[in-house]
C-alpha cells in the first residue's frame, strides 16, 4: 500500500496539474494497480488505452470557467451532453458545467481533482454524483463502507481547492437488480455521511423506482445503468429545485 502511494505521489509530482504530454499518455496507458476507492488512480479504456487521458486533458476546458456549478462523476454526469442534452441546455446549460468521464470512479475523480480538473474555476456549487463504477470487483472495487470512504475522499480533496464551495450530493442511481441492496445501502450510508457534514443530499430512488420498488425501464437505456432522455428530465426534476435553493443569496 505504501509502495502503491508513493508510486501515485510521484506520478502526480511528475505531472503536477498541467497538460499532459505524450510521454504521459504512453505511461499511463495501461490499467492502474488495485486501491481503495479513496486511493487515487488514472482511468483505462482497454479498447482505447490513451482515450481517457486524452478526455480527461480535454475537459479540464470545458465550458465556462466562470460558471456558478460544476457536476462531477462518471458517464451518467457526462452523457448530460448526450442523451441529456436537451434537458440540460433548457435547465442548467447558462450556469453549469458537466465533468465527467465514463467508466469514473471515485478514485478517477480523486486523481482528476489533483490533476487539474478544477484549476480556475471557482464554482459556488458542485453536485457530485460518483460511486457506482466502484461497485464492480475490478482495479476500482470495494466494500459499500469503503465506497462511501472514497466518496467522502472526493468531497475533502474538493474542499481543500475550494474551501466555501457548497455541495449537492446524489445518492447512487438505482440500476439493474442485482445492485440494488447495494445501492440502497450505499446511498443511506452516503445521507448519514452528508447530515455529519451538514451537506445536501438527495436520494434518487424514489425518483427511478416505481410504487413496487422496481427500477423504471422507461427512464434507461436497456442496459438499465445509463439513462435515456426521459430520464434525465427525471433527473433534472429531482434536482434542479435544491440546486436553485443552494444558488440563492443568504
Known sequence: ???????????????????????DF??????????????????????????????????????DPE????????SLTRNWQGEGRAVWRERFAAFSVPLGIG??????????LEHGMLDGRRPELVVLMI???NLYGDFNGGTDEEIV???GAVLEAVRLRLPRVKFLLLGLLPRQPEYDAR?????????????????????LGPSFRGADGL?????????????????????????????????RPR
Open 149 to 151: 470512504r472514497g466518496v
Open 183 to 203: 445501492i440502497r445501502n450505499i446511498t443511506t450510508k452516503l445521507a448519514a455521511l452528508a447530515a455529519g457534514e451538514k451537506l445536501s443530499l438527495i436520494d
Open 67 to 74: 460558471a456558478r456549478v460544476v457536476f462531477l462523476g462518471d
Open 26 to 63: 504512453a505511461k499511463l496507458a495501461v490499467a492502474p494497480p488495485k486501491g481503495k476507492p479513496w486511493e487515487p488512480a488514472w482511468g483505462y479504456w482497454p479498447s482505447r488505452p490513451e482515450g481517457w487521458l486524452k478526455m480527461h486533458d480535454d475537459i479540464r476546458g470545458l465550458g
Open 215 to 247: 427500477l423504471d425501464a422507461s427512464l434507461y437505456e436497456p442496459d438499465k445503468v445509463h439513462l435515456n432522455a426521459k430520464g434525465y428530465a427525471a433527473l433534472a426534476d429531482a434536482i434542479q429545485g435544491e440546486i436553485e435553493r443552494l444558488l
Open 131 to 133: 460511486g457506482t463504477n
Open 103 to 112: 467508466g469514473d470512479s471515485t478514485r478517477q475523480t480523486l486523481w482528476r
Open 1 to 23: 500500500m505504501i509502495f502503491l502511494r508513493f508510486c501515485l505521489l510521484s506520478l502526480g509530482l511528475a505531472f503536477g496539474a498541467g497538460a499532459l504530454f505524450a510521454d
